[in-house]
């Protein structure tokens, strides 16, 4: 499995901070960036990550409001000004395209590039390479979406002792079948790669939920998920303003995480009024031990048994819990 990496570029919530930005979340895979929300000055993060300005990539907007959308006219500029000439697709509620186009015609916002904005719904959206994302109503204030990104290794692992029984010779013929190549012997025997594999193993499952009350739609796609990325903007002591607002607390993302068989959350867009957000780690871990706090530019590497670790060391003393 090539490396499939999450790098938090926004983590704040509803007003940023001088150390967290608003929501952002990419995704990297076999040389594809994957943006899930456009946050406030998420042009800089993507710097700062250095992502890069002309890799394959598709952004995803879960809804339309400013803190997860302020920041795509800007990351949409610099792109341009960069010599960015790779095609761009650009998903979300349908009021996306107008968005995209007002900002076109009022601030000269042409793109040197092609760029395609689709209004979606809920469903599959687009499959790259092993990958599928599909969408999911969430209930929040007006139409709000989540997101699955589903990898599954197409194959299981070639297993030398299958190839050898079957008298398929050393060397050329095993690497394609381990590439997932049939061949085709000197005998006009044809040996499938399924022949001399065992069983893929699960799927990796990453659930984003961008923002939303607990709902019935995000507790079914988040089943046996190995990372849910969610929301947590309050802590239960705030209860009625995460009601009220269309959020969840951080015992309440917990408690989905458990009951749905996650294996690791990754806690974001909480409250600027909880400071460095351990309160709201402290109500979530004491519930769900595997939770994380997300903070900016904090990135979490997902290996082939579908474990999270971290894959750099700085200011990462907030998830010290990650293997």
Request: net charge negative; charged share 25%.
């Amino acid at each position: 499995m090539a490396r499939l990496e999450v790098v938090f570029l926004g983590s704040g919530g509803s007003i940023p901070t001088e150390n967290r930005n608003h929501p952002a979340v990419a995704i990297r895979y076999q040389g594809w960036n994957l943006l899930f929300d456009a946050g406030e000055d998420v042009q800089r993060q993507f710097e700062r990550a250095r992502l890069g300005n002309n890799k394959h990539m598709v952004i995803f907007i879960s809804h339309m409001h400013a803190d997860h959308i302020l920041g795509l006219p800007g990351l949409l500029l610099r792109f341009s000004l960069l010599g960015r000439i790779r095609p761009l697709q650009i998903f979300g509620p349908k009021e996306l395209i107008e968005y995209v186009r007002i900002n076109q015609d009022t601030i000269h916002l042409g793109t040197t590039f092609e760029t395609t904005v689709y209004a979606i719904e809920a469903g599959p959206i687009i499959e790259i390479d092993d990958i599928k994302v599909s969408a999911f109503e969430v209930n929040h204030r007006g139409y709000a979406l989540g997101y699955e990104i589903l990898y599954q290794r197409p194959r299981g692992h070639f297993i030398p002792q299958l190839a050898s029984e079957l008298g398929v010779p050393k060397g050329p013929l095993w690497k394609d079948l381990a590439l997932g190549k049939s061949v085709k012997l000197d005998d006009g025997r044809t040996i499938r790669p399924e022949e001399v594999t065992d069983t893929p193993p699960p799927p990796i499952k990453i659930v984003y939920t961008g923002d939303t009350r607990p709902c019935e739609t995000l507790r079914q796609v988040s089943q046996n998920a190995t990372l849910l990325i969610s929301e947590a903007m309050y802590c239960t002591s705030h209860a009625e303003l995460a009601e009220e607002r269309g959020h969840m607390t951080a015992a309440q993302a917990a408690e989905l995480a458990r009951d749905a068989g996650v294996k690791y959350l990754a806690l974001t867009h909480y409250s600027p009024r909880y400071g460095n957000g351990l309160e709201i780690l402290k109500e979530a871990q004491h519930i769900f031990k595997n939770s994380i706090l997300a903070h900016d530019l904090m990135r979490l590497e997902i290996d082939k048994e579908g474990v999270v670790k971290r894959s750099n060391t700085s200011n990462m003393s907030a998830c010290d819990n990650i293997a």
